[in-house]
């Protein structure tokens, strides 16, 4: 089986690559640099640019496309035109920032709470987050639904693991700095939101194409352990040894929004794929904490023996 990737290969991507290989499958990436990661087919060129997009798709003839990267409205609708004719399976990645929870979270829409764990038929924001029209995962969902009878979404919560460090960083910069507290704003320390390892994200990706089925489905993605902002900051402290103090400050207005968890319950793709956590968490965070902390220092390792 063919397996086309859109994008996407700097973070999940390259799970999903070494997962896809280790079990025989063909797979091609469709990048701006067109190289491989690491086997694979590569492909150059712009996914924006309709006869790039659709050059690639003749020429290597997918049996699934994988859209790691769908942004906005218009990158939704190229993809949706030069495949719903072909009929060839598509799966989308997009996030748990769909739920209205978000819009609650930034206060962009004056909406009621929305109650935790959000499942998959849970309400949706209706209007543009605060990242606009260049980041628009309502969009591109709709667009795939409306247009393309074989899909299947999957909305991501907020993914960590090396190389990106920006879900740690906060947290473990001022621990690496040696600060002795670190300041939590009242409404945001028992804040509780959905992460997930990003090894973990690729096997869930993987999953959906292992046991494709045809039709419309859409999956959450997310770690069955939820942790509060001061659980997160913990842990990362527990794995560089900082002992400091966590402090509680008077809430701002602007984070006033922190009164609305956000995360998802996993509980359907479990169910129906077979989903759990292949890669320990734990050993991920840890991982992630460590390679930062090297990369923190500003210098390459020479073997000097």
């Known amino acids: 089986?063919?397996?086309?990737?859109?994008?996407?290969?700097?973070?999940?991507?390259?799970?999903?690559?070494?997962?896809?290989?280790?079990?025989?499958?063909?797979?091609?990436?469709?990048?701006?640099?067109?190289?491989?990661?690491?086997?694979e087919t590569s492909f150059q060129g712009d996914r924006?640019?309709?006869?790039?997009?659709?050059?690639?798709?003749?020429?290597?003839?997918?049996?699934?496309i994988v859209d790691m990267i769908p942004f906005t409205k218009a990158q939704a609708i190229i993809l949706a035109d030069?495949?719903?004719?072909?009929?060839?399976?598509?799966?989308?990645?997009?996030?748990?920032?769909i739920y209205?929870?978000?819009?609650?979270?930034?206060?962009?829409?004056?909406?009621?709470?929305?109650?935790?764990?959000?499942?998959?038929?849970?309400?949706?924001?209706?209007?543009?987050?605060?990242?606009?029209?260049?980041?628009?995962?309502?969009?591109?969902?709709?667009?795939?639904?409306?247009?393309?009878?074989?899909?299947?979404?999957?909305?991501?919560?907020?993914?960590?693991g090396f190389p990106d460090t920006t879900r740690i960083?906060?947290?473990?910069?001022?621990?690496?700095?040696?600060?002795?507290?670190?300041?939590?704003?009242?409404y945001k320390i028992n804040w509780k939101f959905s992460r997930a390892l990003h090894k973990n994200c690729s096997f869930g990706i993987f999953l959906t194409i292992k046991h494709h089925n045809a039709g419309q489905h859409i999956y959450n993605i997310a770690e069955e352990k939820t942790y509060t902002e001061v659980e997160w900051i913990e842990r990362i402290a527990k794995i560089c040894g900082w002992k400091g103090e966590i402090k509680t400050e008077a809430g701002?207005?602007?984070?006033?929004?922190?009164?609305?968890?956000?995360?998802?319950?996993?509980?359907?793709?479990?169910?129906?794929?077979?989903?759990?956590?292949?890669y320990n968490p734990d050993d991920g965070l840890e991982d992630n904490v460590l390679m930062s902390a090297y990369q923190y220092l500003g210098k390459s390792y020479k073997k000097y023996y």
């Open 169 to 186: 960083d906060p947290y473990l910069i001022p621990m690496l700095q040696k600060q002795k507290e670190i300041s939590v704003s009242s």
């Open 252 to 278: 701002l207005n602007e984070d006033k929004g922190y009164k609305q968890d956000l995360y998802i319950s996993s509980q359907k793709i479990r169910d129906e794929l077979g989903y759990y956590e292949k």
């Open 100 to 160: 209205s929870a978000y819009a609650k979270l930034h206060q962009t829409e004056e909406i009621d709470y929305q109650t935790c764990p959000i499942s998959e038929t849970d309400n949706l924001r209706k209007k543009l987050g605060p990242e606009g029209k260049k980041y628009n995962k309502l969009a591109v969902e709709r667009i795939y639904l409306d247009n393309l009878s074989n899909v299947i979404i999957l909305r991501l919560p907020a993914v960590y």
């Open 48 to 64: 924006n640019n309709t006869s790039d997009l659709d050059g690639v798709i003749n020429d290597f003839t997918p049996d699934i």
């Open 82 to 97: 030069l495949i719903k004719d072909k009929n060839i399976p598509l799966v989308a990645i997009s996030s748990a920032d």
């Open 1 to 39: 089986m063919k397996i086309l990737l859109i994008g996407g290969t700097s973070l999940i991507g390259p799970h999903l690559i070494k997962e896809l290989l280790s079990e025989d499958y063909l797979v091609a990436t469709f990048t701006r640099r067109g190289k491989s990661f690491l086997t």
